[in-house]
């Protein structure tokens, strides 16, 4: 029986563990990766005492901090969480079981995906969702780019250095991201833009082989040869696991008070994945040492 299980190793999870472990408590960290988001954060500069630094170097200071406190980190995908009637509750993650006292979920965003069929299928052979990441595997390379804000044009700047040939599809006339990145990208001889167009099909069986894309204003289908497609439409909570546990909003952001306290007892939540307007690695870290701290609490004082 843990003290708490806490879902997911971001940087949020990983603060919630750190503060955890310095109350004594028996914790256990369960996540499908170690970094959740900060991974594709390529230069972070606004997290204090830390003038610059990347994603992964962050997060692997974050991971020694927790190895050394002695929380294990285990690499899962949770499927169920579910209450029982002693009020302890049973975490199901692939083929393991785990009881624990409290649950704190730290469960972060994860890229929203067009939803089109194969999509699934060919991500990891051409559909990526990170182009820091995945950009150097297509050197020379045709590849397009879905989406209009930010990070679809900051992806479309990275690529134009890497791919030969960049196509930026947004659905809609006007992109959405900074000028100054909006005016880079435009000069660059090796992108083309198509607006007002949407991605119909994806095609390809062991690989991505082309893009069949439509016109919203004329319907006109045209066929792009890609050897990538970069998906950059954002980020939503991915929350269905605790849809019946806790109470969500409209968007899947878990409901919590100041605390960290959701609707169920002995279920906190912090990060990314809760109602608040702002989401950033500080404020996670805030969160999730406030998830933890009440956690303890809970544990003392029964709630
Ligand atoms: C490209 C990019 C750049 C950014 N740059 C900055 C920056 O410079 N500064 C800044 O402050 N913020 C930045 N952010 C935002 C920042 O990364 C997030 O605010 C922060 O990562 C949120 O932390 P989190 O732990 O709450 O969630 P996440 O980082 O999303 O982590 C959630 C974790 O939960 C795991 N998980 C989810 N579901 C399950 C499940 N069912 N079972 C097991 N594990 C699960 C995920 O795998 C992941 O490990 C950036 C984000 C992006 C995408």
């Known amino acids: 029986m843990f003290d708490t299980i806490i879902v997911g190793a971001g940087p949020t999870g990983m603060t919630a563990a750190i503060y955890a472990s ?11 990766n170690i970094g959740g988001q900060v991974i594709w954060a390529s230069d972070i500069k606004n997290y204090p005492g830390i003038e610059f630094i990347g994603g992964v170097d962050l997060i692997n200071k974050m991971r020694q901090q927790v190895k050394d406190l002695g929380v294990d980190i285990k690499i899962d995908e949770i499927r ?9 509750f049973l975490v199901e993650a692939g083929k393991n079981s785990y009881l624990t006292k409290t649950v704190i979920i730290a469960m972060g ?17 051409g559909i990526s969702y990170c182009a820091n990441c ?3 595997l297509f050197k020379g390379k045709n590849v397009a780019v879905a989406g209009g804000g930010n990070a679809a044009l900051d ?5 134009s250095k890497i791919a030969s040939k960049v196509y930026l599809i947004y659905r809609k006339s006007q992109l959405k991201a900074f000028e100054s990145l909006i005016l880079a990208v435009k000069n660059k001889n090796n992108v083309e833009m198509i607006l007002s167009s949407e991605i119909r099909e994806i095609i390809g069986d ?17 066929e792009l040869d890609v050897d990538g497609l970069f998906v950059e439409i954002g980020h939503e909570p991915k929350t269905d696991l605790v849809a019946d546990l806790v109470e969500r909003d ?31 690695i500080v404020i996670g870290c805030g969160q999730g040492a406030v998830a933890a701290l009440s956690a303890y609490k809970y544990l003392q004082v029964g709630k």
């Open 155 to 159: 992806a479309a700047e990275v690529m």
């Open 22 to 32: 310095r109350r004594m408590m028996k914790a256990l960290v369960i996540s499908k």
């Open 250 to 280: 409209t968007l899947g952001q878990v409901i919590v008070d100041l605390s960290g306290k959701t609707s169920c007892d002995g279920v906190f939540a912090a990060g990314d994945v809760i109602q608040s307007e702002f989401k950033q």
């Open 134 to 136: 995945d950009g150097p």
């Open 206 to 222: 062991e690989k991505l082989k082309k893009l069949k894309i439509v016109s919203n204003i004329s319907q006109e289908i045209r």
């Open 80 to 88: 169920k969480i579910s209450k029982n009637s002693d009020k302890s």
């Open 109 to 125: 965003l994860e890229p929203k995906q067009l939803n089109l069929d194969k999509e699934n299928e060919l991500t990891g052979k």
